[in-house]
């Protein structure tokens, strides 16, 4: 976690005090090429801030926040809480880094109508400062929505694990699905900064050579690549390998004690794990294999069973009343 916070304040610069500096847009002719313009970043500017600012991700928000509060003095010391908590970590670190504020600020210095602004036409041109600034908080929220997806992966298997114990079921449906409904909306928030970021940076070709030589060497072309060069100091990977190490151990242990008896799964567990898996991450793993049908079966047969075991009693009592008269 320090590794990350290290890397983000890297790439996070402070902010410039001449935030409101603008130049206009050089234009080198009356009619310039198509190819010497780069495309308007203020649509996609519009569409990340309505998925930050949206009541979906808002509302989910919530309930993470109010089934943390009300579920962590009796979970605080399970495992599965502590993946929780590192989530929860992410998501408020995430949210320092204020990206709704900034791009609004952004968008006004771009187009001060709000008219124009929506068919995307820019009237400034940000200092190259503000440019860079801006580029490296797009480039340190990109790699912190990275890490919210692979936490929230890690929570949800960790609460699906839960669940497949039969225990605090309430509680691992409750925390599956709103890690599924945040995965989709997270994932949602990553594809809007990256496309922000990549419309942004070819601007940085508008200033002159001295300038841009200063602020291009720090920000690649595409975030993807940011975030693979990042993957080293990644603790997920960590997790995974501990993980697989654990369960090739038991499964050793279980080939040399085959008389130690493995835990049998519930199939109603199963199945209602596995359909949430199905519909948010769509797993790999199909519903099929473990369908509801033999639940409905046994709570048939179970229920032939009592009423033959009322008619026998009721049987019963006729032989004896015909005995004693």
Request: some cysteine; overall charge positive; hydrophobic content about 35%.
């Amino acid at each position: 976690m320090n590794d990350w916070n290290k890397l983000i304040q890297l790439r996070n610069p402070p902010k410039p005090a001449s935030f409101t500096d603008t130049l206009p847009i050089p234009h080198t002719s009356p009619n310039p090429a198509i190819s010497t313009i780069p495309a308007s970043p203020l649509p996609s500017l519009l569409q990340l801030t309505r998925a930050l600012k949206g009541s979906e991700l808002s509302a989910d928000l919530f309930t993470f926040e109010r089934t943390y509060y009300k579920n962590n003095n009796q979970h605080r010391t399970g495992t599965h809480w502590k993946k929780y908590q590192q989530l929860r970590r992410l998501i408020k670190r995430f949210q320092e880094v204020n990206l709704n504020d900034m791009i609004h600020d952004l968008m006004a210095l771009m187009q001060p109508d709000k008219q124009r602004r929506r068919f995307g036409e820019c009237a400034n041109l940000p200092a190259h400062s503000l440019c860079g600034y801006v580029l490296s908080r797009l480039g340190g929220a990109y790699l912190l929505a990275e890490r919210i997806l692979e936490a929230l992966i890690e929570c949800y298997s960790a609460f699906r694990a839960l669940l497949a114990q039969t225990l605090f079921m309430p509680t691992a449906m409750t925390m599956m699905a709103i890690t599924s409904r945040l995965h989709i909306l997270y994932r949602h928030v990553r594809i809007h900064i990256e496309r922000c970021y990549a419309l942004l940076r070819p601007f940085l070709e508008l200033f002159p050579e001295k300038q841009v030589r200063q602020i291009c060497v720090n920000f690649p072309l595409a975030l993807s690549r940011m975030a693979s060069s990042s993957k080293n100091i990644s603790s997920s990977q960590d997790v995974t390998e501990i993980d697989m190490l654990e369960s090739s151990d038991a499964a050793s242990q279980h080939e040399s004690n085959p008389e130690v008896e493995m835990p049998v799964p519930d199939p109603m567990v199963e199945s209602v794990a596995t359909t949430l898996s199905d519909a948010f991450f769509a797993s790999t793993e199909s519903s099929s294999s473990t369908p509801p049908a033999p639940a409905a079966k046994n709570v048939r047969f179970r229920s032939s069973q009592r009423k033959s075991k009322r008619i026998k009693v009721y049987e019963d009592k006729d032989e004896i009343d015909d005995i004693f008269g």
